[in-house]
T-cell receptor, first 114, second 110 residues
């Protein structure tokens, strides 16, 4: 089983709202990732957690706040987003944070900011 | 120069055709090579990965890596309308470097 589950599938929010995206995996993977993907572009890395600790933050604005409550769960808290933040947000996981490990992706959350 | 170059297409072929998708790269340190398939509005799905030069086959799919030319390919035999998707190459190197190509959009016409 190589399943990464993301909820919700779709989210519409206003610029003053606070919302959260959720990602779950039960493969025993210790690295989890958040990516942002705009239409017809490849995914762009936002954050990486390794063993529940934030390892990589690709200079993402503070209106995006990641959280890793346990080894199976990854959240992305959203606050005061801008319309240009509308995109497909993808979660991925891999066995370890290592270039040798394959990343498995969830289906994504399609976010629209009005 | 981008780390990974991939022709964005779009590529349109008739059903049953052999499809060739390609990526070139500039960093000779890349050692793991992956192909992902992404249907519209869905997450990327891993198709194949390899870590050495040569060919790897899985059903109708063959991944080919030529490290001397810094060139990788994905071949799809007997293409089906269900193969219509965007295909992303990805590669990784020590130091946790991981790069995607821009993706090639493929349409297989019945």
């Amino acid at each position: 089983d190589t399943e990464v589950t993301q909820t919700p599938k779709h989210l519409v929010m206003g610029m003053t709202n606070k919302k959260s995206l959720k990602c779950e995996q039960h493969m025993g993977h210790r690295a989890m990732y958040w990516y942002k993907q705009k239409a017809k572009k490849p995914p762009e890395l936002m954050f990486v957690y390794s063993y529940e600790k934030l390892s990589i933050n690709e200079s993402v604005p503070s209106r995006f706040s990641p959280e890793c409550p346990n080894s199976s769960l990854l959240n992305l808290h959203l606050h005061a987003l801008q319309p240009e933040d509308s995109a497909l947000y993808l979660c991925a996981s891999s066995q370890e944070l290592s270039w040798r490990n394959i990343q498995y992706f969830g289906a994504g959350t399609r976010l629209s900011v009005l | 120069q981008k780390e990974v170059e991939q022709d964005p297409g779009p590529l349109s072929v008739p059903e049953g055709a052999i499809v060739s998708l390609n990526c070139t790269y500039s960093n000779s340190a890349f050692q793991y090579f992956m192909w992902y398939r992404q249907y519209s509005r869905k997450g990327p799905e891993l198709l194949m990965y390899t870590y050495s030069s040569g060919n790897k086959e899985d059903g109708r799919f063959t991944a080919q890596v030529d490290k001397s030319s810094k060139y990788i390919s994905l071949f799809i035999r007997d293409s089906q309308p269900s193969d219509s998707a965007t295909y992303l190459c990805a590669m990784s190197a020590a130091g946790n470097q991981f790069y995607f190509g821009t993706g090639t959009s493929l349409t297989v016409i019945p």
